[in-house]
């Protein structure tokens, strides 16, 4: 199924948005003051998309979330899930069609990163279908490390985890035109991926 996932600078927004609608929610540190090209991204489930507008305020795209490897959760609802997340928007190759590009981001590259990523326990690929308003993006890797650590260090095991990786990215993006990545704090509010803050009774 199809989600809302907007972009934003203001982190009390986004988690408050993300609490409504049962949403996901991930924020870069408050203290680390680097130009990101947005602070905060929130997923969600929803018919009410102005109920994400005070989080809207960079981007709103619509998605579809392949969960590539996935750890244990290890969260209650509304509490920071352990470990980071690495958040990569990504723009497809000019040579490529972004229906190309997105082919080989999931067929290609995904099993690639499982192999040269030894420090990423979880890894979500959200596929923009269609950007409704902001930067016009192709998707966001949602690459998660059990610490800044493995984030630092284990993200390649070695220069020929980074050489294959590297050479293979640059086959479907476009490295000058996508943004540096986000370093974010993931919270759950209900679960991943979302589901409607709202349900329907039926026989």
Known sequence: MLELVVTGNDPDAASEVADNVNGVCYAADPDDRRDFPFRTLVRAMTDS???????????????????????????????????????????????????????HWRDTHAPLALRHHPGMWDYTQLSVVATLNGPSYDGFALVSFASLEDLRERFFGDDHDRDVIRADVAKFADMQRSPRRVITTETIYHQRPPVPAVTWPHD
């Open 49 to 103: 998309p102005d109920a994400l507008a005070r989080a809207a305020t960079v981007g709103t795209y619509l998605g579809f979330s392949r969960i590539i490897r996935e750890r244990p959760l290890g969260a209650d609802p509304g509490a920071a899930s352990p470990g980071l997340t690495a958040i990569f928007p990504m723009v497809h190759h000019p040579d490529l069609t972004h229906m190309q590009g997105d082919n």
